[in-house]
């Protein structure tokens, strides 16, 4: 089983998890009191945020190219997002429209630029890089920044970390010239940005100022230095021209690991949390190939156009129904209104759900829809499918690792309306990190119960939240031989002191996120519904609920630290 280390985690409110890493997936919040102040916005931790949850922070590499946009092309009046294709900026366009009041229907106008490489045969960059703009008054941002976090479709940070560098070259070739001539190796990685040039390549509904980017400021030199030692001088990544070839791995990796029953050996995937796959097949998950598989840029996007697609093949309804409990209750109520008449797009649920591993009843509401003619959408990213199967009770199976949409109307739409959105280097990545998925999630498995344990067995301890102990009679039903009970888990002690106390001094990661390698934890409520506190606690999600997902790290060091932090409770 593999193991990792544990270093000490990162401690500077707003610095990168993990560490110095350009393209974070998390968020250093270290205390009780950094979230609260995070969730009011208070200068101190918001003024020193390096980095953020990609959805819901704008990535630096982003805000930079987004700012060379705005000076380069926007109004005075004006901000800008960008995002991966024409489509995106037309939904953001439409959802503008809808939620921001103005007398102006033209106030938002779209652009696209390219920058290209003159001599792409001798480069080994992806080739042209295109940004869809779009364009909106500076008081809309925060609608415009929902409609980016709520997708999941905003651009890549590699993709403008990859289009900055191209600019970064061009504007000063001094800097290119030194990063050359520091080391051989170095001067390989010079040699992708030398020569290049840009240029504008066509506009939609607005005129630029000017010729792209003249007068582009410089990247600061030590985060440069960083990211190339990362992921260029020990070989991680495969060069972008192997993009392609990345993908098609990707694509043939999750058709093989979908045949679970049949081929456990080829079960070796990883996701990476800011991407997530979609494969297109049957009920009962036969015959998949790469040819059935598709890609998007994160697991929001991936919901989102699941969401989209059913939208585009079914007649849409105008009300949306919340059951926040996922008990038989909730069922009886769904079936109640069914039977009323009513009918509905589709049912999304979890299994288990985050961050209380309830597990529905599939079976029942796969009975009612099939009744009542509607699909059924199940996110199993916190089981995922090592652990739990269940494949054959949906039409659109949601996971960190995968989408299955059953039904010839649901694949001709998927088949019309698809765009592959993932960046080269993103697809790069999740590549290498994609190798030794089935391993990995047995020792996090392990780990994981091995604390509950721990925590389960301690007065201090007011409940765990984990599916061997919530719902298990029906999280049993849909377990697969060897699987677990996966990584995530929800604890909640005895007085909000108390779960303060534990947190703080708890020495593992701690920010937002789940799903890594590593152990991180987060007071949930306080993060995802700081603002609504009452509703939640109405579902069961109270304020001191603290959200662990396991890592890798050795077993006995991670027992260790949580029995100081169960000890550190005076409360």
Not at 158 to 173: T, Y
Not at 326 to 354: K, M, Q, T, W, Y
Request: include cysteine; aromatic fraction near 12%; hydrophobic fraction near 35%.
């Amino acid at each position: 089983m593999p193991t990792t280390s544990y270093s000490t985690p990162p401690t500077e409110v707003g610095s990168p998890i993990p560490a110095n890493t350009p393209h974070a997936i998390s968020v250093a919040l270290p205390t009780w009191q950094d979230n609260v102040d995070y969730e009011e916005g208070r200068e101190r931790v918001v003024n020193r945020m390096l980095t953020g949850y990609p959805r819901f922070f704008i990535n630096k590499q982003v805000e930079k190219l987004m700012s060379i946009c705005e000076e380069k092309f926007a109004k005075p009046s004006e901000s800008c997002l960008l995002f991966p294709n024409r489509k995106a900026t037309e939904h953001c366009r439409t959802y503008l429209r809808r939620y921001f009041e103005s007398n102006n229907p033209a106030c938002f106008r779209l652009a696209e630029i390219t920058i290209v490489t003159p001599d792409q045969s001798k480069s080994l960059t992806q080739g042209n890089v295109t940004l869809h703009i779009i364009f909106f008054p500076k008081e809309a941002f925060s609608v415009a920044k929902s409609f980016w976090q709520h997708t999941g479709d905003g651009i890549s940070s590699r993709l403008a970390e990859f289009a900055l560098n191209i600019l970064q070259a061009k504007s000063n070739e001094q800097y290119t010239k030194n990063l050359y001539e520091v080391s051989t190796k170095r001067a390989s990685f010079c040699k992708r940005y030398s020569n290049i040039q840009t240029s504008y390549s066509r506009n939609l509904d607005c005129e630029p100022k000017g010729t792209l980017f003249t007068d582009i400021t410089s990247i600061n030199d030590s985060f440069v230095e960083q990211n190339f030692y990362v992921e260029e001088r020990y070989g991680r990544n495969l060069p972008m021209s192997f993009a392609e070839k990345a993908k098609l791995e990707l694509r043939r990796r999750i058709a093989s690991s979908l045949k679970i029953e049949e081929n456990k050996d080829r079960l070796d995937n990883i996701i990476s949390s800011s991407v997530d796959l979609s494969v297109l097949t049957e009920r009962l998950v036969k015959d998949v190939t790469e040819n059935e598989v598709f890609l998007f840029p994160s697991g929001m996007s991936s919901i989102f156009h699941a969401h989209r697609f059913l939208l585009t093949a079914f007649p849409p309804r105008k009300r949306c129904h919340f059951y926040g409990n996922g008990s038989s209750s909730d069922i009886d109520e769904i079936e109640s209104l069914l039977e009323s008449g009513e009918r509905v797009l589709a049912l999304f649920c979890e299994f288990p759900s985050n961050p209380l591993c309830k597990s529905p009843d599939l079976k029942r509401l796969r009975t009612l829809a099939d009744k009542y003619d509607f699909p059924i959408v199940i996110d199993e990213t916190i089981g995922n499918f090592v652990n739990v199967k269940v494949f054959e009770w949906a039409d659109i199976l949601v996971s960190s690792l995968t989408k299955i949409f059953s039904g010839d109307k649901l694949k001709k739409v998927i088949n019309n309306e698809y765009e592959d959105l993932l960046w080269g280097e993103d697809a790069i990545v999740l590549e290498r990190n994609s190798r030794t998925f089935r391993e990995r999630i047995m020792k996090i498995n392990e780990n994981a119960e091995e604390i509950c344990e721990l925590l389960r067995n301690s007065p201090k301890v007011k409940k765990i939240y984990y599916p061997k102990y919530i719902t298990p009679e029906i999280y049993l039903q849909y377990k697969t031989v060897k699987g677990g009970f996966g990584g995530l888990f929800s604890v909640i002690f005895h007085s909000d002191l108390a779960s303060q106390q534990f947190f703080d001094s708890l020495i593992i990661a701690k920010g937002p996120s789940l799903g890594t390698n590593f152990t991180l934890a987060c007071p949930y409520t306080i993060l995802a519904h700081y603002n609504e506190l009452d509703w939640a606690s109405g579902y069961g999600v109270e304020p001191g609920i603290i959200r662990v997902s396991i890592g890798l790290e050795d077993k006995n060091d991670l027992l260790k630290r949580f029995q100081q932090s169960l000890d550190a409770i005076t409360e």
